[in-house]
Structure formats: structure tokens, C-alpha cells
């Protein structure tokens, strides 16, 4: 549990409350708290020492650089509240929290500006972690005809497969560039049973309760926030409904950062049984259904739980 004298000292300075507010929000960069405060990269540095010191903060390596966050230690009741009261106290709050939005909105269209430069080739260039043999596997568990939700479709191609066996295939991806080229691709197969739609995994454009199946194929390291992409997942679940997750176990091939638009470098089988198990979806099934046999030696894991009845 952080000291409290040294938490409240920390908390004390109106540029540190600033920085705390910003970090309840979302994980940031020091690049990017300089542009949503307009400090000084030293000033800034210093004020994230001191939070750290204290045990306020916390931080994570990505490639070159670190994201911090609010520390996920105990003993941050106390913080919380005096966060709640310092959003109605410091004047710059309203102003910070809008420019956070569009510093990560940058963030989100990088990684749209990725995947709409591959629209078409996606499937004919290298991708971690995809393989038809981990499809394969899923399929095996998960094919009746259903209503079947794929987020984070790309170009279609899974979706496409999917809609085989299934009543019907709602596929959700943000770049308008993929969604287009699904859709052409669906129109050239005379595919009926395929729903298109734009939008992001963690605001889905899905209504409650109303899909068999949701299936994340190698989509989930790319959500900023992968816990509330699953809590998505499980708000459009019937119940008794599964999720299926393939991705990526965690690896630290860094480079993934670049050249693949990865937000995140895999999971664990214990992160992935914690997301779902915080979604209220239970009985996760987890299994490594791909190795691959070259540098970097990805692995691909399969999850599946269900949504109680």
C-alpha cells in the first residue's frame, strides 16, 4: 500500500493532479502528456518520478518508448476520491481530458492508416500468428449455423468462411477501406449472409444479446483497450453464448510494433482467462493450436468461453 504522507505530497501539486486525471483516463506516453498539457518534456519527466516514487503511477515498455498508467497496486481508494474532487477544482481538467481524446484518436489512426494501406493484400503478405490450421481448429468447435460475430474482420476473408455454415455473419473492422473491399469480395461470391459494418471492437455497432458466437481471429492485440473489447463481446452475447479468441501468446518480437500495427505483443493465457473471467464469461478453454517453425517462432492460442444462460 503506497505511504499516505508521501501519496498526498505527490498528489499536492495541480500539474501532478493534472497528470493523475489524464492517466485515470487512458495509458499515455510522455510525448503525448507534452502535447495534451504543453509542458516541457523535463518538467513532465520529473512530475511522473515523483507519482512513481510514491507508488501512483506505473509504466510499461512499448518498442522505445513507455505508457503510463495509474498504479493497479492496493490502496488507491483514497486517490480515487481525491481524483473525483479534483476534476471539479483544477480549471484545466475539461480541457486536458478533450485534448487526451485527440491525442489518442492520432493513436487509433495510425493504426487505421496501416490496415487501410493493405486493403486487398492482407491475406497474400505475412501476418503473425495467421494460419489455417488454427482456423481449422476453431472451426472444429465453433461451426453451427449461428449467428456469428467476427471483430476485427480485416478484408473479410474469415468472415467470408464463416458464412458457410452460419445463418449469418456480422463483421466489424475500422478501416472503411477493408469494409469496402469485404463487401466487394461478398458481392463477387454472391454471399448473402455477410453484415458488413464499420465501427471499433470496443464500441461495437451490435445490439444486446444478440449474436451465438463472437470470434476475435488475430484482432485483439490490436484494441487499445483489449478488456473492453471482450466486455463488448459479452454484451452482444446471448445468453449462452461463446467467445472465441485466436491470437498471438505473448512473445517479444518488438518489431510486430511496426511492421504489423500490434498494440500489443500477445497475451498470456492467464491475461486472456482474467479479461473474460472480469466480463462475467466463464469456463475458458485454452489451448496453443499453431507453432510456427521460424524466427520469432509465434504461437497461436486459442481461447473459447461461454456467456452463463
Given amino acids: 500500500m503506497p505511504n499516505i504522507v508521501k501519496m498526498l505530497r505527490a498528489a499536492a501539486d495541480p500539474n501532478r493532479l493534472r497528470i493523475l486525471l489524464l492517466l485515470r483516463e487512458e495509458e499515455l506516453s510522455v510525448a503525448e502528456m507534452q502535447e495534451i498539457l504543453v509542458m516541457g518534456q523535463s ?20 518498442g522505445k518508448n513507455s505508457l503510463y498508467r495509474l498504479s493497479t497496486g492496493n490502496g488507491n481508494d483514497i486517490l480515487a476520491d481525491l481524483l473525483t474532487r479534483a476534476r ?22 495510425k493504426m487505421r492508416a496501416f490496415f ?33 460475430a467476427d471483430l476485427g474482420a480485416g478484408d473479410g476473408s474469415f468472415s467470408l468462411l464463416l458464412t458457410q455454415n452460419a445463418e449469418k455473419v456480422i463483421a466489424v ?17 454472391h454471399v448473402k449472409n455477410a453484415d458488413f459494418r464499420l465501427g471499433d471492437m470496443e464500441e461495437l455497432p451490435i445490439d444486446d444479446a444478440s449474436v451465438d458466437i463472437v470470434f476475435f481471429s488475430q484482432s485483439l492485440h490490436h484494441a487499445l483497450h483489449p478488456e473492453r473489447a471482450i466486455a463488448e463481446a459479452a454484451r452482444v452475447l446471448r445468453p ?30 492467464a491475461e486472456l482467462e482474467s479479461m473474460l473471467e472480469r466480463a462475467s464469461l466463464s ?11 521460424k524466427p520469432p517462432y509465434f504461437q497461436t492460442m486459442l481461447v473459447v468461453a461461454s456467456k452463463p444462460r
Avoid at 471539479?88 to 489512426?109: F, T
Fill in 116 to 148: 487501410d494501406s493493405v486493403a486487398g493484400r492482407l491475406g497474400k503478405d505475412y501476418v503473425p500468428g495467421k494460419s489455417w490450421k488454427a482456423i481449422a481448429e476453431a472451426l472444429l468447435r465453433l461451426m453451427p449455423p449461428v449467428v456469428i
Fill in 173 to 189: 473492422d475500422s478501416s472503411a477501406k477493408m469494409i469496402e473491399f469485404a463487401r466487394e469480395q461478398a458481392h463477387r461470391h
Fill in 43 to 62: 518538467t513532465i519527466s520529473t512530475h511522473l518520478s515523483q507519482l512513481k516514487q510514491a507508488g501512483l503511477v506505473e509504466d510499461r515498455r512499448i
Fill in 88 to 109: 471539479q477544482e483544477i480549471p484545466e481538467a475539461v480541457h486536458d481530458r478533450a485534448n487526451a481524446r485527440r491525442v489518442v484518436k492520432k493513436r487509433q489512426d
Fill in 283 to 293: 469456463k475458458p478453454q485454452t489451448s496453443i493450436v499453431y507453432k510456427e517453425d
Fill in 240 to 269: 449462452g453464448g461463446r467467445v472465441a479468441i485466436l491470437d498471438l501468446a505473448r512473445h517479444r518480437f518488438e518489431e510486430a510494433r511496426e511492421l504489423y500495427a500490434d498494440e500489443w505483443l500477445g497475451f498470456s493465457e
